[in-house]
């Protein structure tokens, strides 16, 4: 069977494409490439430039590839910038999603994984957060993940689809350098940029409810996200119909942004400027950490990198585009 992964040419949906090629599925990509590098990509996998707003676009992709099922990670997803932008973010995020769903009934696919974000929680009063835990999002960018969430589930129960969703946590690292994250919207990529132009790495708010007062994330490596998703489109090729399977992808460690501020100097050798603590981001909670338990029973899934060697791994990359850097 083909995949079609929507937004393929990002940062993780790259890894996921070259996860998916590397068992043997063939898989389209579509993507606008507003945040998309095309070099990424295997050389065999086609790319089509578009966006999941255009159905015909869709529609052509489909059936020119014979699309069986669908990896969905085509989305807006800076909390700041939802904060500031919600219009943009729920036409893109919830929008693009229902014309893609309605393309993908219309075409008789059966298959369907949405990447989700453990922002559907907001701050959970649970630690660690497992998928019983309340989803009550503080942000426009969860709000858009849990109201997709919603759509993907009634979708499947009413046109036959098999559907997952997929909470994923803090993301970071590269399986190979040339695969690393290019923004500098993440936290990583956001100090190395900052100790490489010389100037302090911002940490926003050092007074919330932590050991160390500033928050608390539980970071996965993007490789093994995208074997998280591998495992999950396999299983929706066994879910019978109208059938969905939620879990969380993450490690289950909690590590604090002082605490990775510290490592990326470690791991980099820049050790000056320090660090410097501004206000809060409007929509930050203070910790939220993963129970991966359903998916490690599930599916026999679980973490095999440390954030160690996400540091590492993220800063070969940005050594490799930064001769600055270097």
């Known amino acids: 069977m083909t995949w079609l992964v929507t937004g393929g040419a990002g940062y993780i949906g790259a890894h996921v494409v070259w996860a998916l090629t590397g068992a043997g599925e063939r898989v389209v990509v579509l993507d606008d490439l507003s945040g998309g590098v095309p070099e990424r990509l295997p050389s065999d996998v086609p ?42 973010y729920y036409r893109e995020n919830v929008h693009g999603l229902t014309v893609l769903l309605e393309a ?26 497992t998928e019983d835990t309340p989803c009550r ?17 009634s979708a499947g129960r009413a046109h036959g689809l098999s559907t997952a969703c997929l909470r994923y946590f803090n993301v970071a690292g590269a399986a190979r350098p040339e695969l690393a994250d290019t923004g500098v ?35 996965i490596h993007v490789a093994d996200l995208a074997d998280a998703h591998l495992a999950v489109a396999r299983r929706l090729t066994e879910l019978p119909a109208g059938e969905d399977l939620t879990v969380n992808v993450g490690t289950g460690r909690g590590v604090s942004v002082r605490e990775l501020a510290d490592l990326v100097a470690e791991v980099t050798g820049i050790h000056e400027p320090a660090p410097l603590v501004v206000a809060r981001r409007p929509g930050d909670p203070a910790g939220v950490v993963a129970s991966a338990e359903r998916i490690g029973a599930e599916l026999g899934w679980s973490p095999r990198h440390g954030v160690r060697r996400m540091v590492a791994s993220a800063w070969e990359g940005w050594r490799l585009r930064r001769p600055e850097a270097r």
Not at 61 to 75: K, N, P, S
Not at 109 to 127: H, M
């Open 137 to 153: 999002p503080i942000n426009p960018y969860g709000e858009t993940k849990l109201a997709g969430e919603w759509l993907v589930r």
């Open 104 to 129: 993908v009934v219309a075409a008789g696919v059966r298959r369907f994984l949405f990447s989700s974000s453990a922002a559907v929680y907001g701050v959970p009063e649970e630690d660690p957060v």
């Open 185 to 219: 919207s993440n936290v990583i990529p956001m100090f190395f940029d900052a100790l490489t132009r010389g100037e302090p790495p911002r940490i926003f708010g050092d007074d919330y409810p932590t050991p160390d007062g500033t928050c608390v994330r539980d970071y």
């Open 47 to 88: 790319l089509v430039r578009g966006t999941v707003r255009d159905r015909a676009v869709l529609d052509r992709v489909i059936v020119d590839h014979g699309v069986a099922g669908v990896v969905h990670l085509a989305a807006k997803k800076q909390v700041g910038e939802s904060m500031e932008r919600p219009l943009e």
